[in-house]
């Protein structure tokens, strides 16, 4: 009777039996700062006892910069007040663990191993939309990559509780009394949005309000911010049974959009309730202020360095939680 030698358990085993998380595991596992010695102790310990295979362990390059890169396509970091302070995030993580950090964009058409190959860099920080091709592009660097607001299936990612948050931000417009509840939606390529939007409609299932498709409508990308959002409340304001309030995808639409109420005669929110997600700066001086979702954007670039120096052996999405602040634009 032959025995078959018991195959080398995964990270992911040691992690259950460890009772740590597969980062945690992982920086254990491979020597790399960010953990403390009683974790490692433990993580090592479990790994004996399993029967790890301790020569399964490749030497890895260690993380000495730190690239964040964006698409000029879809962001413009100089005037975009969400991810200059997710860079914040990144600075401080980076500061802490001694990496040095750059920043540089990219367009569909360049070539992103080249530039990245001149600058040198050990692991790359994608933050917001990129085009397929482009993460394919990415993955094939052989380098440590995490995303900031994008999701991949195969890919480490960093991530707000979009859905949750669109979720209880509509369910509070429910317990409000708000029955028609608008969707002003942004580009529906982007992994955020689309969580958003999905949220919005959960809830509206849950507490057995009607979809009205026509409550549903796109910024139109073709337009520019301001024009794009008149348009879209305007169509809104024009069905003939009105939305009592309307939940746009970020709060620079919503501060448009409870303009365009106001240039219509309408108040708010005795007459419209407008809330947005985000929670930037200008929600709070808007007129009224903004009802809207808290996102901890420097938390997102911190995470976002943290997954990249614990380096799982498997996809790891982190999901940053996020909180409702009630103001003004709501009754």
């Not at 600075?91 to 750059?102: P, Y």
């Not at 094939?140 to 960093?158: C, T």
């Not at 200008?282 to 009224?288: C, G, K, N, Q």
């Amino acid at each position: 009777m032959t025995t078959r030698a018991r195959s080398s358990p995964t990270i992911r085993e040691i992690a259950q039996h460890a009772g740590v998380s597969l980062g945690t595991t992982s920086r254990a596992l491979n020597n790399q700062l960010g953990i403390n010695d009683d974790l490692k102790a433990r993580v090592l310990k479990a790994a004996e006892e399993l029967g790890y295979d301790f020569s399964n362990l490749r030497p890895s390059r260690s993380i000495k910069r730190i690239t964040f890169i964006y698409d000029r396509q879809h962001n413009t970091l100089s005037n975009n007040p969400f991810y200059s302070t997710v860079l914040h995030g990144v600075e401080d993580a980076c500061n802490t663990e001694k990496i040095s950090l750059s920043f540089t964009s990219s367009t569909p058409e360049e070539s992103l191993s080249e530039r990245l190959k001149r600058d040198e860099t050990d692991a790359l920080l994608c933050v917001g939309a990129f085009e397929p091709g482009q993460l394919q592009e990415i993955r094939e660097l052989g380098i440590p990559v995490a995303l900031v607001d994008l999701w991949h299936p195969e890919m480490h990612s960093v991530n707000s509780d979009n859905f949750g948050g669109a979720f209880k931000l509509t369910s509070l417009l429910v317990q409000r009394g708000y029955k028609r509840i608008a969707f002003i939606c942004g580009p529906a390529s982007h992994y955020s949005i689309t969580q958003r939007r999905q949220g919005y409609r959960y809830a509206l299932i849950a507490h057995h309000l009607e979809q009205d498709p026509d409550l549903e409508v796109f910024r139109e990308p073709i337009m520019q911010e301001v024009a794009g959002t008149d348009h879209a409340v305007r169509q809104l304001l024009n069905l003939q049974n009105r939305p009592d309030a309307i939940f746009c995808w970020n709060d620079s639409t919503a501060i448009q959009a409870i303009q365009t109420c106001y240039s219509l005669g309408l108040k708010v929110p005795e007459d419209i309730a407008v809330v947005g997600f985000d929670d930037l700066p200008t929600a709070r001086t808007s007129f009224p202020p903004l009802t809207t979702v808290r996102i901890d954007k420097e938390a997102l670039g911190r995470r976002g360095v943290e997954l990249l120096l614990s380096r799982p052996s498997e996809p790891t999405q982190v999901i940053v939680p996020t909180q409702i602040v009630v103001r003004s634009s709501t009754q």
